[in-house]
């Protein structure tokens, strides 16, 4: 091989999604190996509205390893991404060691990396954005070092919820019991095509950083809430029984009063932790009021809340209701300017309100609660990029200048 091509970069980008709980993931057993208290489950989200991409290039004219998240270089000494690349080095010393013939990257395994990453969502504003970026981190340095099998083990020692990132469609996260974490993994429950008319909104209240990170959360959770404890041993178990079988089933019902009680349970937590946390504020509790005057208004379950640690609402509904419950929300909700930006993603169409909904569901609007909506429904896990006009950096192994 001619020297010029022996320092030329190895590039490779891929993007992965979103996940949302609605089985939800509070507390660790072991902080290190980012071992939970219990299991969980999530719904994937679709790329095409929510996804980090990451491209990763390898070098031996690299000094060293460099991070760029969002258009700024960061430090890459962080522990849990530096577990990760550990890792996935391990695996690929492993692969060549053992005398792998498909392991193609052998050669670059002392190489030094360059990492850029970008979401297309807010960053840090309680919509899982470390789980997509870990997790598509995790995904893009397996592709660059040639290592396979799953990743999710790796991904999870990154961020907890990112292992289910690592899948599309809905996915659990199993606990596991093992002291080395080796059987704390996620799986796939049912792909991305198995329930078509299940729908997610998104509803964006604040796109600013949280006030407390879940790592530090979590750790105050776990040594002082005592329904944290009851929760992971009592009740979360048979609720994991519960929401598969509802999946499975398609049972909307079901799926949406065990997604409501876990995150109401899950926010209960954060309050019986002292000193309390407050995740939601005035606009996600008005959104839970909404939805179930919606839902009383019908005398069926239509639509279901989630939130994760942040003041963002997630709503599932189904395809059917997704127009109306859109409109429900710009009223109680009025944008400043009402025009097309206020729902991104897929299309809603346009729908009326009649005024006995508006009487049954009886709120004062709450103006500028909401920013914008984001449509979206399940999707795939992490993908690689071919097209390599999208990798974020250049030939050189910098990032492109936009």
């Not at 309100?353 to 009886?362: A, C, V, W």
């Amino acid at each position: 091989m001619p020297e010029d091509n022996m320092d030329k970069p190895h590039i490779v980008t891929c993007t992965a999604p979103v996940n949302i709980a609605v089985i939800k993931y509070w507390g660790k057993r072991d902080e290190d190996l980012i071992l939970p208290t219990n299991s969980s489950l999530s719904v994937t989200l679709h790329q095409d509205q929510l996804k980090t991409t990451t491209t990763v290039a390898t070098s031996r004219s690299f000094q060293e390893d460099r991070l760029w998240l969002n258009g700024k270089e960061e430090d890459i000494a962080n522990p849990r991404l530096q577990s990760c690349l550990r890792e996935i080095r391990r695996l690929a010393r492993k692969r060549h060691n053992d005398g792998d013939p498909d392991s193609t990257r052998s050669t670059g395994l002392s190489h030094k990396v360059h990492i850029c990453s970008v979401n297309n969502f807010p960053t840090a504003a309680g919509l899982a954005s470390s789980a997509a970026g870990l997790a598509c981190l995790v995904y893009s340095l397996a592709q660059a070092f040639g290592v396979d099998g799953d990743l999710s083990g790796i991904a999870r020692q990154g961020s907890g919820s990112a292992c289910r990132s690592m899948h599309g469609g809905f996915v659990q996260w199993i606990m596991g019991t093992r002291d080395d974490g080796k059987d704390s993994v996620a799986q796939q429950v049912e792909p991305e095509t198995h329930w078509p008319e299940l729908r997610i909104l998104v509803l964006v209240a604040s796109a600013k950083r949280k006030p407390i990170g879940s790592t530090s959360g979590m750790q105050t959770s776990v040594q002082t809430s005592c329904l944290l404890k009851h929760r992971a041993e009592s009740v979360v178990p048979g609720r994991m029984v519960e929401m598969i079988e509802a999946v499975r089933r398609k049972d909307f019902p079901a799926f949406a009063e065990l997604t409501m009680k876990d995150s109401n349970q899950f926010h209960a937590t954060c309050l019986d932790t002292y000193p309390p946390i407050f995740y939601l504020n005035s606009v996600s509790q008005q959104v839970i009021h909404l939805v179930h005057r919606y839902n009383r208004h019908y005398r069926e379950t239509r639509a279901a809340y989630s939130f994760d640690a942040g003041p963002n609402a997630v709503i599932f509904t189904l395809q059917q209701h997704v127009p109306e419950f859109v409109r429900v929300v710009q009223h109680y909700f009025p944008p400043e300017a009402n025009g097309e930006d206020f729902i991104k993603g897929l299309p809603v169409k346009r729908a009326g309100l009649s005024e006995e909904l508006k009487k049954g569901i009886g709120l004062e609007p709450m103006p500028d609660g909401i920013n914008y909506i984001i449509s979206t429904k399940a999707g795939p896990g992490p993908c690689v990029v071919k097209d390599s006009a999208q990798h974020l950096l250049s030939p050189d192994g910098l990032p492109k200048k936009t």
